[in-house]
């Protein structure tokens, strides 16, 4: 099993633009999270998935969309990057127990 | 709305024992887990408590009072490589039954 892998690892972008920050996990796990981690605090919930075809919002929402056409993939869409979108970005998935497999990560820089 | 507390950083020596604190206000606690995070990497799972008490698994051991909204994490015998930091994190209502994380503890471990 590959677990949670995440692309890209590192990504530059300008203000403005937008992109799609991809997970996946072949664990067949229900629950799909993602984070942000900015340097030196703790990880923020950003969106969740329940399900395929169920998303909600999380603490900090704002400024990115979700998916969740199958059990397997949960996209993280930025719609505009901004400068304050600077950060780590963790995708996570569970199944209905409580431990969370994290992904790499993805190091995303606006500037 | 919810909130956790953990102290910044502690620092112990190698084979010494540390315990790491967490405080938490939320509306609909489900469990506490503990998570560990070196430096550049994603977390990794630790411990959960749903019920009070103490839950031991190796050199690690966490604690839970529901009643006084706190828990603990326990390291003992600590070597060089449990120096990281460490985060609780809620199981909690408001997401779906996801986690909501503290701001993180850093340890440091001394020779």
């Known amino acids: 099993n590959a677990g949670v892998t995440q692309t890209p690892k590192f990504q530059v972008l300008k203000t403005g633009q937008s992109m799609t920050l991809q997970c996946a996990q072949d664990m067949n796990h229900e629950y799909m999270s993602w984070y942000r981690q900015d340097p030196g605090m703790g990880l923020r919930l950003i969106h969740y998935?329940?399900?395929?075809?169920?998303?909600d919002q999380g603490e900090v929402p704002n400024g990115y969309n979700v998916s969740r056409s199958t059990t397997e993939d949960f996209p993280l869409r930025l719609l505009s990057a901004a400068p304050s979108q600077t950060s780590v970005y963790f995708c996570?998935?569970?199944?209905?127990?409580?431990?969370?497999?994290f992904g790499p990560g993805t190091r995303l820089t606006v500037t | 709305g919810q909130s956790l507390e953990q102290p910044s950083e502690v620092t112990a020596v190698e084979g010494a024992i540390v315990q790491i604190n967490c405080t938490y206000q939320?509306?609909?606690?489900?469990?506490l887990s503990w998570y560990q995070q070196h430096d550049g990497g994603a977390p990794t799972f630790l411990s959960y408590n749903a019920l009070d008490g103490l839950e031991e698994t190796g050199r690690f051991s966490s604690f839970l009072s529901r009643s006084d909204s706190y828990g603990y994490l326990l390291l003992q015998e600590l070597q060089m490589k449990d120096s990281a930091s460490y985060f609780c994190a809620v199981r909690e209502r408001n997401y779906g039954q996801n986690f909501v994380f503290g701001p993180g503890t850093r340890l440091s471990v001394l020779p």
């Open positions: 998935s329940v399900g395929a075809g169920i998303t």
């Open positions: 996570a998935s569970r199944d209905w127990a409580h431990e969370q497999y």
């Open positions: 939320t509306s609909g606690f489900y469990g």
